[in-house]
């Protein structure tokens, strides 16, 4: 598509659906875009009062009355998408909803929308910027009540202020470097400008470095953390994760090496998003299928917040666990002796010290405080100050920005010129992680904080 084309289609009026799939008790159908007003006046006979619930009936051209519901009219700029936008509240019938859509189709210059095209011009038009536009797919993808916490501080600039404070001083050191470049000989800029600079550029990574520790936790919120199961074959490691899940989602039979692949269940772990990966028991086998299941299980293991080893509490978990056994990674690994309904209370007695939780999947036993102890383990994983970092997007923009500034910093040797175009590099970085890259300011910021044009 030419660039001209692509502006006319944003020109287009568009519209859809809103709220979810009829039948439901409303159905909100939303318009934006210029010719708004003139849809409201053609099926409603007039435009209702900008930011007023209005009760109106919804008309056909014909003049046949479709429904009658409550209708909102937002005048641009102020509104979510930045243009002229409404939302019509019908009742949520099959037949309310296609008739209202036809209506709209049938208007010229309106189409429906495509997927996000609202908060795409939302973003456009400078109403949200990409943090926000992802923390507005992530309030309504977001299950646990940690995800939505999560979601709606991002939504509310977490990230973006502090993105926007750092670029802010970072354009505030370019802006004395330039000075120093461009104004040399003039007696108005501080000579202690450079030290300065380079000493709150170190600041500034450190400060980076602060929010980039709190590792993957804003990731593990958003995309769940992840438990996975391990153990040799038959030990119970799929009806654990049924009996987890409350329904039949692994196959389980007496015979040793059932599962082959890795299966998923997502659980609400106390609000938190948890993966729990059921895998393929871990034992030598020349059979290709299993060998890759095996493979696949050691893998995913390595990536995991917790391992359960399960096994048999008739046979003892080999003492190597947590070496290449399992090459269950850095992380922890606990012990669950399984099927304890089936011990004898010889069994029950020895390998006991050694296991970290004994389960019977078939009556339950255990199960309870096994949840609870992986609830309080995952809670324990998110620390009390909130992570700010919540997508793989956003840990990468700021370590590149991180990396610019330690390299304009540590560089002291080199011309100004080179270190200022790190910083360059840092701001545009910080730039693209909330989807505005703003050419120099750096003038604007100069005339404004020196007087160098006597
Ligand atoms: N008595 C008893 N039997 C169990 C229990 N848990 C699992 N079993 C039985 O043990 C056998 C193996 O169970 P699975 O859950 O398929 O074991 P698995 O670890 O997934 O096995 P693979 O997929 O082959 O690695 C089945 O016959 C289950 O019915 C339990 O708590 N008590
Ligand atoms: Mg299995």
Redesign the pocket.
């Given at each position: 598509m030419s660039a001209r084309a692509g502006m006319e289609r944003d020109r287009d009026t568009i519209f859809a659906l809103a709220s979810g799939r009829p039948p439901a008790g409303l159905a909100v159908v939303r318009i934006s875009g210029p010719r708004t007003r003139l849809v409201l006046e053609t099926t409603l006979g007039a435009v209702p009062p900008a930011r007023r619930a209005a009760y109106r009936a919804i008309r056909a051209p014909g003049g046949e009355t479709i429904d009658r519901g409550v209708v909102l009219f937002f005048e641009g700029p102020a509104s979510y998408t930045g243009e002229d936008s409404a939302e019509l509240h019908l009742h949520g019938g099959r037949a309310v909803v296609a008739a209202t859509l036809a209506i709209l189709g049938d208007l010229p210059g309106l189409r429906p929308a495509t997927a996000g095209e609202f908060t795409r011009r939302a973003f456009d038009n400078g109403r949200l910027d990409l943090t926000a536009v992802e923390a507005v797919a992530d309030l309504v993808a977001a299950e646990t009540d940690a995800q939505r916490r999560q979601a709606l501080r991002q939504l509310d600039g977490g990230l973006a202020e502090v993105a926007g404070d750092w670029r802010r001083r970072l354009l505030h050191a370019r802006a004395l470097i330039e000075a120093e470049l461009d104004f040399a000989d003039e007696d108005d800029v501080p000579d202690s400008a450079a030290a300065a600079v380079w000493a709150d550029m170190a600041q500034l990574s450190a400060d980076l470095g602060k929010v980039l520790a709190g590792g993957r936790v804003g990731e593990r919120i958003r995309d769940g953390f992840e438990i996975a199961i391990l153990g040799p074959p038959n030990a119970g490691?799929?009806s654990l994760l049924n009996a987890l899940a409350g329904r039949d989602v692994?196959?389980?039979t007496d015979v040793p090496g059932?599962?082959r692949d890795l299966l998923e269940v997502h659980l609400d772990l106390g609000g938190f998003a948890v993966t729990l990966v059921?895998t393929?028991?871990l034992r030598e086998t020349t059979e290709t299928v299993e060998a890759e299941g095996i493979r696949r299980a050691k893998a995913r293991a390595a990536d995991a917040d917790l391992v359960l080893w399960l096994a048999d509490a008739g046979q003892p978990p080999p003492a190597d666990l947590h070496g290449s056994e399992t090459d269950a990674g850095s992380g922890p690994l606990w012990i669950i002796g399984t099927k304890r309904d089936l011990d004898s209370d010889s069994k029950r007695d020895s390998p006991a010290a050694r296991l970290d939780h004994r389960i019977s999947a078939q009556t339950g036993a255990g199960l309870d405080s096994l949840v609870a102890a992986l609830t309080a383990h995952v809670a324990g994983l998110v620390p009390a100050e909130p992570a700010l970092v919540t997508r793989a997007r956003h840990r990468l923009c700021l370590q590149a920005a991180k990396t610019a500034i330690d390299a304009a910093v540590a560089n002291g040797a080199a011309p100004l010129e080179v270190r200022a175009e790190g910083l360059r590099q840092a701001g545009e970085a910080l730039g693209e992680l909330i989807g505005r890259i703003d050419v120099e300011d750096v003038l604007g910021a100069i005339f404004s904080e020196f007087c160098v044009g006597k």
């Amino acid at each position: 598509m030419s660039a001209r084309a692509g502006m006319e289609r944003d020109r287009d009026t568009i519209f859809a659906l809103a709220s979810g799939r009829p039948p439901a008790g409303l159905a909100v159908v939303r318009i934006s875009g210029p010719r708004t007003r003139l849809v409201l006046e053609t099926t409603l006979g007039a435009v209702p009062p900008a930011r007023r619930a209005a009760y109106r009936a919804i008309r056909a051209p014909g003049g046949e009355t479709i429904d009658r519901g409550v209708v909102l009219f937002f005048e641009g700029p102020a509104s979510y998408t930045g243009e002229d936008s409404a939302e019509l509240h019908l009742h949520g019938g099959r037949a309310v909803v296609a008739a209202t859509l036809a209506i709209l189709g049938d208007l010229p210059g309106l189409r429906p929308a495509t997927a996000g095209e609202f908060t795409r011009r939302a973003f456009d038009n400078g109403r949200l910027d990409l943090t926000a536009v992802e923390a507005v797919a992530d309030l309504v993808a977001a299950e646990t009540d940690a995800q939505r916490r999560q979601a709606l501080r991002q939504l509310d600039g977490g990230l973006a202020e502090v993105a926007g404070d750092w670029r802010r001083r970072l354009l505030h050191a370019r802006a004395l470097i330039e000075a120093e470049l461009d104004f040399a000989d003039e007696d108005d800029v501080p000579d202690s400008a450079a030290a300065a600079v380079w000493a709150d550029m170190a600041q500034l990574s450190a400060d980076l470095g602060k929010v980039l520790a709190g590792g993957r936790v804003g990731e593990r919120i958003r995309d769940g953390f992840e438990i996975a199961i391990l153990g040799p074959p038959n030990a119970g490691k799929s009806s654990l994760l049924n009996a987890l899940a409350g329904r039949d989602v692994a196959i389980v039979t007496d015979v040793p090496g059932t599962t082959r692949d890795l299966l998923e269940v997502h659980l609400d772990l106390g609000g938190f998003a948890v993966t729990l990966v059921d895998t393929a028991g871990l034992r030598e086998t020349t059979e290709t299928v299993e060998a890759e299941g095996i493979r696949r299980a050691k893998a995913r293991a390595a990536d995991a917040d917790l391992v359960l080893w399960l096994a048999d509490a008739g046979q003892p978990p080999p003492a190597d666990l947590h070496g290449s056994e399992t090459d269950a990674g850095s992380g922890p690994l606990w012990i669950i002796g399984t099927k304890r309904d089936l011990d004898s209370d010889s069994k029950r007695d020895s390998p006991a010290a050694r296991l970290d939780h004994r389960i019977s999947a078939q009556t339950g036993a255990g199960l309870d405080s096994l949840v609870a102890a992986l609830t309080a383990h995952v809670a324990g994983l998110v620390p009390a100050e909130p992570a700010l970092v919540t997508r793989a997007r956003h840990r990468l923009c700021l370590q590149a920005a991180k990396t610019a500034i330690d390299a304009a910093v540590a560089n002291g040797a080199a011309p100004l010129e080179v270190r200022a175009e790190g910083l360059r590099q840092a701001g545009e970085a910080l730039g693209e992680l909330i989807g505005r890259i703003d050419v120099e300011d750096v003038l604007g910021a100069i005339f404004s904080e020196f007087c160098v044009g006597k």
